[in-house]
């Protein structure tokens, strides 16, 4: 069984930091793509950031050279640090992967699950 848990969310005033992480556990082979999607009241989720297996990233326009996203593969844990956080970054954010995991002796097919959600709250 193959969960995603999220921390690092938390209330931050506006221009501050905040480092969310994702960490994968269960029977995984290899993780092709770890991202961040966030989701506002009233809102639809959008992705915020995400990273493939070789290091390629793609950025929402509203976070790029304030977010970074970045992966440690040997702990099958993702990053996201928020920098310059403004009110309307707000949101839960959900952490999201493409992976691969055993079943039994093969690796399984590919597919996507997704974290619990952490809240980010900023205040102006």
């Known amino acids: 069984q193959v969960q995603l848990v999220e921390s690092g969310g938390g209330l931050v005033q506006a221009g501050g930091s905040l480092r969310l992480s994702c960490t994968a556990s269960g029977s995984i082979f290899s993780i092709n793509l770890m991202g961040w999607h966030c989701q506002a009241p009233g809102k639809q989720r959008e992705l915020v950031a995400a990273?493939?297996?070789?290091?390629?990233?793609n950025y929402a326009d509203s976070v790029k050279s304030r977010f970074t996203i970045s992966r440690d593969n040997a702990k099958n844990t993702g990053y996201l640090q928020m920098s310059s956080l403004k009110p309307e970054d707000a949101a839960v954010y959900y952490c999201?992967?493409?992976?691969?995991?055993?079943?039994?002796?093969?690796?399984?097919?590919?597919?996507?699950?997704w974290g619990q959600g952490t809240q980010v709250t900023v205040s102006s």
């Open positions: 990273m493939t297996s070789g290091g390629g990233t």
């Open positions: 999201y992967a493409d992976l691969i995991n055993w079943t039994g002796l093969r690796p399984g097919a590919a597919r996507g699950y």
